[in-house]
């Protein structure tokens, strides 16, 4: 699974998901890409199962790029704890996805394939997605 090796926080605050992603919007690796069109927490493991899906479909052929990483740790009580003692322990990682950010790039498979492995990827995925190509 997807996790950050070191980080300089244990654990951080929700914070909001309003607005559209300021960067990570464009394409910059493949010819065609997988864009979010709503917000969400990713988990690790949700990226993890659609590249999964996409590396399988292409079957050794083409290149693909992740372009987004859980670095948010997400807390956790344990189960029958009361209220207060603090903040719980890191449970799982997720990452902030807006509306507009680049989630997948593929180079290598023609158009159909590429709509195709990115279908299978979107069924894995919490949210709403689109095609995108470079222009």
Not at 53 to 76: N, V
Request: hydrophobic share 35%.
């Amino acid at each position: 699974m997807l996790q950050p090796k070191k980080t300089k926080y244990r654990r951080v605050q929700k914070g909001k998901m309003k607005g559209n992603t300021k960067r990570g919007s464009e394409i910059a690796f493949g010819s065609f890409a997988l864009k979010a069109t709503q917000e969400c927490l990713m988990t690790g493991r949700q990226i993890e199962a659609a590249r999964q899906a996409i590396t399988r479909y292409m079957k050794r052929e083409g290149q693909l790029w992740i372009r987004i990483f859980p670095d948010k740790p997400i807390t956790k009580k344990p189960a029958e704890v009361r209220m207060g003692k603090g903040k719980g322990a890191p449970d799982h990682w997720v990452c902030v996805v807006k509306p507009g950010r680049i989630l997948f790039e593929m180079e290598g498979l023609t158009e159909a394939e590429t709509k195709s492995a990115f279908r299978l990827a979107t069924d894995k995925l919490p949210i709403k997605t689109k095609l995108v190509t470079r222009r």
